[in-house]
């Protein structure tokens, strides 16, 4: 014995017991503020992806609404009930088809948009008083939308801001992808020095990411990548102009101070007892602009393991992820001098999130001290971002899809 659907005669559809209870729900409901029937139907059709109805559905919903004489939704005027023939229902639909028309009636049945209400006979009509007052109606009652106009006013905010939101975000990509092209371009056509070749693959390869029909999380991640890239660039071609201005500077000025001893490029470790006459260890001094933060997120998306090392098992603000890098800088073998001295050059923040860079690649790194301690002098000297080792972070996790918790 089947106990979730209720058969109908006629050859209708059978009807579920959920749609039984929909229409209780619907009969049983209070007296509800009068709305513009037009009101809703553009509600529902900028949310009939949400509601699962089509075009076609949208189409016979207008023209079911064009046989009710008011335009003014309410309790007061006679059940809400519309009774047009299938034939009448078909012109106003632009010619629907048989078939399609009782399809697309079920699926606005289903969403819980209309209910049916059927004559002993199956037929729609209305029975009047001698005034010409409709007494009884049976046909498509279209109270269920009087009942839900504020939640489909609700969802229909909710999907333009979506859209809104998704359109930003294209016109954001746009933008950041045209840049990041011009400079690219200006770079090579002007010889600037890099490896713009693998910076080019390295664009490329984002908006080969990109489907023909890309979801707005898609599109953000993207835009959140590209915005790395272009960052980067900036910061690089930034250091080569102030490197040569500094260049010319420093050519001019060395006509008048001459150095007895040339600076040395091989930097020790610091030993434990200093020689007698032996120079003491210079750190590394920052001599150019501190590196650019990062987005926190963006972080969190290239460096996930990180959140493994704090109490909570998440990262949500720049102090836990510096903290959290001090426990990572230590389980790897950091000296606290090398990571002083990052934080130093590069700023706490970023020295944090080259820890966390390192601790992603610890099995392929075999000092992760002494590699901190030569990033250190090459963003001393300007040579080194952090952008580069941030997106290959991402691309080993999947292009940013391995969230943080």
């Not at 102009?241 to 091989?266: C, L, M, W, Y």
Request: charged share 25%.
């Amino acid at each position: 014995m089947q106990t979730g659907r209720v058969t109908t005669p006629h050859g209708r559809r059978p009807m579920t017991l959920a749609l039984v209870r929909g229409q209780l729900e619907t009969a049983d409901r209070g007296p509800t503020k009068a709305i513009n029937k037009w009101k809703v139907f553009n509600d529902l059709g900028e949310a009939k992806d949400v509601f699962g109805l089509q075009d076609r559905s949208i189409t016979l919903l207008q023209a079911l609404l064009s046989f009710y004489p008011s335009d003014e939704l309410s309790d007061e005027n006679g059940g809400l009930v519309v009774f047009p023939s299938n034939n009448q229902l078909s012109l106003r639909a632009h010619g629907i088809a048989g078939t399609t028309l009782r399809r697309h009636l079920a699926a606005l049945v289903d969403a819980g948009l209309i209910e049916r209400r059927d004559s002993p006979n199956g037929k729609r009509y209305a029975h009047r008083s001698r005034g010409g007052e409709i007494e009884a109606a049976f046909g498509f009652s279209i109270a269920p939308l009087l009942a839900r106009a504020a939640e489909i006013a609700n969802v229909a905010q909710q999907v333009a801001a979506e859209r809104l939101r998704f359109k930003r975000a294209k016109e954001a990509l746009s933008l950041c992808r045209r840049d990041v092209r011009k400079l690219i371009s200006a770079a090579m056509e002007e010889g600037a020095d890099g490896d713009w070749a693998t910076i080019e693959a390295m664009f490329i390869s984002l908006l080969d990411r990109l489907p023909r029909s890309p979801s707005r999380e898609v599109v953000e991640t993207v835009l959140d990548e590209m915005e790395l890239l272009r960052e980067e660039i900036i910061n690089r071609l930034e250091i080569q102009v102030k490197a040569e201005k500094t260049g010319v500077n420093d050519d001019h000025d060395g006509r008048h101070i001459q150095n007895s001893k040339p600076e040395s490029f091989h930097e020790l470790e610091p030993s434990s007892e200093k020689e007698q006459g032996e120079m003491p260890s210079q750190k590394p001094k920052r001599i150019a602009e501190p590196l650019k933060a990062f987005p926190l997120p963006l972080v969190l998306r290239a460096c996930p393991l990180i959140a493994d090392y704090t109490s909570a098992g998440r990262v949500e603000s720049w102090r836990e992820l510096m903290a959290a890098a001090v426990v990572v800088r230590s389980m790897l073998g950091v000296s606290p001098s090398a990571y002083q001295e990052a934080c130093e050059v590069m700023g706490p923040e970023n020295a944090a999130v080259a820890v966390a860079c390192i601790l992603e690649r610890a099995e392929h790194i075999t000092s992760p001290g002494g590699y901190l301690r030569d990033l250190t002098r090459k963003a001393a000297r300007g040579e080194f971002g952090l952008g580069p080792m941030l997106m290959a972070a991402l691309r080993a996790n999947g292009g940013g899809e391995k969230q943080s918790a």
